[in-house]
């Protein structure tokens, strides 16, 4: 059963950074879809990057490209979104989610069985 637990959200000013984190248990040595979701009260929910851990392929929303960059150290069983420069309409829940292959790394089609609790970002 695989469990995820994000940490690493917070407040920041305009234009500077966080870094998101996602442990993660429970995976095999198969690759995995893993993406990051952010949500604001009110809205659905916003697929911001996904990565494929077998390969290192990522994808990005178009709202984060440049600025956000996701990736996974396989022997810590740990995926990353850096966030830099950010803005406030960055400000959401961020959501970390694993899908085990087949799967698809598209941020905006993918879909994903294994969710975190979420971590707030708040941007001002």
């Known amino acids: 059963h695989v469990q995820l637990v994000e940490s690493g959200g917070g407040s920041v000013q305009a234009g500077g950074s966080l870094k998101l984190s996602c442990t993660t248990s429970g995976t095999t040595d198969s690759g995995y879809c893993m993406a990051w979701f952010r949500q604001v009260p009110g809205a659905e929910r916003e697929g911001v990057a996904a990565i494929y851990t077998g390969g290192g392929t990522t994808d990005y929303a178009d709202s984060v490209k440049g600025r956000f960059s996701i990736s996974r150290d396989n022997s810590k069983n740990t995926l990353y979104l850096q966030m830099n420069n950010l803005l406030p309409e960055d400000t959401a829940m961020y959501y970390c989610?694993?899908?085990?292959?087949?799967?698809?790394?598209?941020?905006?089609?993918?879909?994903?069985?294994?969710w975190g609790q979420g971590t707030q970002v708040t941007v001002s």
């Open positions: 989610a694993a899908e085990e292959t087949p799967c698809s790394y598209d941020v905006a089609v993918g879909e994903y069985s294994f």
